[in-house]
């Protein structure tokens, strides 16, 4: 006798309202064994045995949570043909009375679910924040917000310390170029950022960058611009680095009077004003400054910090501005 073709068994495991029903209910959620038999109104007992004839033929899968199984259909775990006889059973089984009742009782356990997540959420709605922090830290949503960046950018850290920026940015764009001048910072960027292969670690100046002309999408001046003698030279560095409507993102202290910097960490700009930034931007050629004070971390014992972003322009708009800069000595004679 010829061997019997696997479908055969497929389609006798198939033959059963009770596992159709099963089916078509982990179709389309992941279910424990309590809210099956809560649906199709069978005792756990029997949903059970079902549930290991399904699983034994590669049907559904169970995965662990706790001290819970959750069962889905295995879309993978089966052979075309097998997925062909389910779509075509599935197709006549769907509109049964039965079929239709188990979506309904369905609806009702889920909302159940939501309303369990509800009840938590209303009785810590007062303690969330420092659940929150305790449970993932307080700086993973502003590392995972790096997500939105241009997976082909590449960036420059410019000022890049011992690397935390660089670190932060790298996992999501293309190339991180990180420029410092201290060779005792670069030492403890290169072992914090030995893991990323798409780290460029330079030393150089911020006021003569090695990098060459329009290479970077966007550039980071964190930390360090009131270290440096000119900011408006740095910034104008910065935009020969920069393609044409690439960005620009400053982070750095607010005006303050904390003179003791200037000794203790050789601060050169006690911050800086609005005023002066947005200035420092126009005098540079950037466009579409905007500048924001951050929110205080209750925690930080500094001055508190902005952030100013701009762009370089577009070429077209660069030759506008040389253009009628060119003109302005003829229109205002001194
Ligand atoms: C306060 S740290 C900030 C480091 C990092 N950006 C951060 O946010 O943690 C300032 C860094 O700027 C660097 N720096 C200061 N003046 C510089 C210059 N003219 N050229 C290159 N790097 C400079 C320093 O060596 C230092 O590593």
Redesign the pocket.
């Known amino acids: 006798m010829s061997p019997k073709p696997p479908i055969l068994d497929h389609a006798a495991i198939l033959a059963d309202v009770t596992r159709c029903r099963l089916l078509q209910l982990l179709d389309r959620y992941e279910l424990t064994v309590s809210e099956l038999c809560a649906v199709v109104q069978l005792p756990q007992s029997t949903v059970s045995r079902h549930l290991k004839v399904l699983a034994d033929d590669g049907w559904v899968r169970a995965r662990r949570e706790g001290t819970s199984h959750l069962y889905q259909r295995s879309a993978d775990a089966l052979d075309a043909d097998a997925a062909e006889l389910w779509r075509l059973i599935r197709r006549q089984t769907a509109s049964a009375v039965v079929s239709r009742q188990d979506r309904q009782r369905l609806a009702g356990v889920l909302a159940r679910r939501r309303t369990r997540s509800q009840e938590f959420f209303s009785s810590t709605a007062g303690q969330w924040d420092r659940l929150r922090g305790e449970l993932f830290g307080q700086r993973f949503d502003l590392l995972a917000l790096a997500g939105l960046y241009d997976p082909r950018w590449v960036v420059g850290d410019l ?3 011992t690397g ?2 660089s670190e932060a940015l790298a996992p999501f764009v293309h190339e991180v170029v990180a ?4 060779a005792a ?1 670069l030492a403890a960027a290169r072992d914090r950022l030995a893991g990323f292969a798409n780290v460029r670690i330079h030393e150089g ?3 003569n960058l090695p990098i060459e002309d329009a290479r970077l999408d966007a550039a980071v001046v ?3 611009l009131h ?2 003698p000119d900011p408006e030279r740095v910034l104008a560095e910065t935009r020969r680095v920069l393609k044409p409507g690439g960005r620009l993102l400053i982070t750095d202290m607010l005006s303050h009077d904390r003179e003791d910097y200037r000794q203790q960490m050789g601060h050169i700009w006690l911050g800086f004003s609005s005023e002066q930034v947005m200035r420092y931007l126009h005098n540079t050629g950037f466009a579409a400054g905007r500048f924001h004070s951050l929110p205080v971390d209750p925690d930080a014992k500094g001055p508190s910090l902005f952030v100013a972003t701009a762009r370089r322009q577009a070429r077209v708009a660069e030759d506008a501005v040389r253009e009628t800069r060119s003109l302005e000595p003829s229109l205002n004679p001194v």
């Open positions: 000022g890049c310390g935390q920026l420029v410092d001048v201290s910072m100046e911020l006021e964190s930390l360090t270290h440096v």
